[in-house]
Structures are given as structure tokens and as C-alpha cells.
């Protein structure tokens, strides 16, 4: 078990890395997507997109906590200078955005159109969205920021 541990501890540092980068995501969207729409009524519904601006500002958020969280704690330095290295994660992380929005409208939609009851705790459908797209796009980044970004 232990050596399987040590084999796995870049996927289990990135997963844990993730994992706070998506509480960070998860509850700057939740606070933006309770406030923002008071300041400004068509987050609710901008041209047919639900939440883009909390989607867009609170992925930001989780995404800046990802590459320092990423460069101290995941993967070592690649061949690339730290500005490459910087604008290569924020451009995989502009396109990750893209598809995380666009996950999240066709999840919002068409998947979670319900509220889901735990008994202790209501789980709203943006919420299930947000969380759902946050998983579904993590795979992907893994694969690209260490063989693309961080490839020593």
C-alpha cells in the first residue's frame, strides 16, 4: 500500500490541490451567484447563460489557487520559463473555462433541472452544475498541465 502510495503521490497531491482550488471555486461561486445578481439582474439569465459571470470570476479564483497550489505542491518545474510556464496554464486554464461554462449550461439545462434534498442539506441545481463541470474538467487538466505545462 505504501508503495503504491508514493507511485501515486503526484495524482493524490493534484486530486488534494483540486480539491481546494474547488472549495475556493466552489464557494467564491456560490457567494457570486447570491450577490452578483443583485447588482446585476441578467446573471440569472444573460442572453439564455445562467450564471456566466459567477461561473467566469469564481473559476477564476479556483484557477489562480490551482497554479500555486500546482507549482509548490504537484508538479516540479519544466523545461519552460516561469513566464511560458504561466501563460501556458493560464491559456489551458482560459480553455478549460470555455468548456467548464459550457458543461455546466448543458448540465444546468438539461441534467440537474431539480433541487436535490440530503435530508440535512438542499444541494441547488447550479450548484450540482457547477460541481459536476469542476470534476468533469479536473481529468482533463491533469493530462494537459503535466504532459504540456510542466513536462520537465
Same mark, same amino acid.
Given at each position: 500500500?505504501?508503495?503504491?502510495?508514493?507511485?501515486?503521490?503526484?495524482?493524490? *497531491?493534484?486530486?488534494?490541490? +483540486?480539491?481546494? !482550488?474547488?472549495?475556493? =471555486?466552489?464557494?467564491? /461561486?456560490?457567494?457570486? %451567484? @447570491?450577490?452578483?445578481?443583485?447588482?446585476?439582474?441578467?446573471?440569472?439569465?444573460?442572453?439564455?447563460?445562467?450564471?456566466?459571470?459567477?461561473?467566469?470570476?469564481?473559476?477564476?479564483?479556483?484557477?489562480?489557487?490551482?497554479?500555486?497550489?500546482?507549482?509548490? *505542491?504537484?508538479?516540479?518545474? +519544466?523545461?519552460? !520559463?516561469?513566464?511560458? =510556464?504561466?501563460?501556458? /496554464?493560464?491559456?489551458? %486554464? @482560459?480553455?478549460?473555462?470555455?468548456?467548464?461554462?459550457?458543461?455546466?449550461?448543458?448540465?444546468?439545462?438539461?441534467?440537474?433541472?431539480?433541487?436535490?434534498?440530503?435530508?440535512?442539506?438542499?444541494?441547488?441545481?447550479?450548484?450540482?452544475?457547477?460541481?459536476?463541470?469542476?470534476?468533469?474538467?479536473?481529468?482533463?487538466?491533469?493530462?494537459?498541465?503535466?504532459?504540456?505545462?510542466?513536462?520537465?
Amino acid at each position: 500500500m505504501k508503495q503504491l502510495i508514493l507511485r501515486q503521490k503526484q495524482v493524490i *497531491f493534484f486530486i488534494i490541490a +483540486g480539491g481546494l !482550488s474547488a472549495i475556493v =471555486e466552489i464557494g467564491s /461561486f456560490k457567494i457570486l %451567484s @447570491v450577490y452578483l445578481p443583485k447588482v446585476f439582474a441578467q446573471e440569472y439569465n444573460f442572453y439564455g447563460i445562467k450564471y456566466p459571470f459567477s461561473n467566469i470570476l469564481s473559476t477564476s479564483c479556483g484557477i489562480i489557487t490551482n497554479y500555486f497550489l500546482s507549482i509548490w *505542491f504537484v508538479f516540479e518545474r +519544466g523545461k519552460h !520559463s516561469k513566464k511560458r =510556464e504561466f501563460f501556458y /496554464f493560464i491559456s489551458v %486554464s @482560459v480553455v478549460s473555462t470555455l468548456i467548464s461554462l459550457l458543461i455546466f449550461q448543458l448540465l444546468y439545462h438539461f441534467v440537474f433541472t431539480n433541487v436535490i434534498d440530503l435530508g440535512f442539506y438542499v444541494i441547488s441545481p447550479e450548484m450540482m452544475s457547477k460541481i459536476s463541470a469542476i470534476l468533469l474538467v479536473s481529468m482533463l487538466n491533469y493530462s494537459i498541465k503535466k504532459k504540456i505545462i510542466f513536462n520537465g
